[in-house]
């Protein structure tokens, strides 16, 4: 087994720079990306000002069926890459699962794996799973999901560069005064 691994890891070094040569950075328009974060933002905003309770899951519900179409609008357009979608699509459902009602239960041990997976992988703790502590939780990762995705897109140049300066340490024989730097 560690043979097996050790020869995937070989593998992958010599294919990353072909593969990454073949794939260059897909255009990404930072207008749209920022115009779906924002949504977001002021959606919740809004609703914290009005204060209003009556209506607000089906004003969620419909802004995040208007939100993934316009993500999916921008993904199509080229507007932005697939990372940036999944990550914003995984976003939308996570708010949908956290204010979705289940009255019933039938549907909480799904919703409970998820938002905990989700915490834990955006803020590294583990999650409390119910009360005021759990929303907060959850409401800190969208919020840091959000600040993610803004630092995603902000560094899309910065990411092909250092890439292309790792491929070519990869393609190329280290020199001993620049072994374990690819910078």
């Known amino acids: 087994m560690k043979k097996k691994m050790i020869g995937l890891l070989i593998l992958a070094a010599l294919a990353a720079p072909a593969i990454a040569a073949d794939a260059p950075p897909q255009a990404f328009d930072k207008k749209a990306g920022a115009a779906l974060l924002d949504g977001i933002a002021r959606t919740f905003q809004d609703m914290a000002v009005s204060g209003s309770k009556e209506g607000t899951l089906a004003r969620i519900d419909q802004f995040l069926v208007e939100s993934m179409t316009g993500a999916k609008k921008a993904r199509d357009q ?4 697939a990372v940036f ?40 703790e583990d999650w409390k799973g119910t009360g005021p502590g759990a929303i907060n939780q959850v409401a800190n990762a969208i919020a840091d999901e959000i600040i993610n995705l803004r630092l995603y897109m902000d560094d899309l140049e910065t990411k092909a560069k250092l890439r292309r300066a790792f491929d070519e340490k990869l393609s190329s024989s280290p020199k001993k005064e620049e072994a374990g730097s690819f910078s």
């Open 85 to 124: 979608f999944a990550r914003y699509q995984r976003l939308l459902a996570i708010i949908k699962l956290s204010i979705a009602p289940d009255p019933t239960g039938i549907l909480g041990h799904i919703i409970d794996a998820e938002l905990g997976r989700f915490v834990y992988e955006t803020l590294g």
């Open 78 to 81: 080229k507007q932005i890459d």
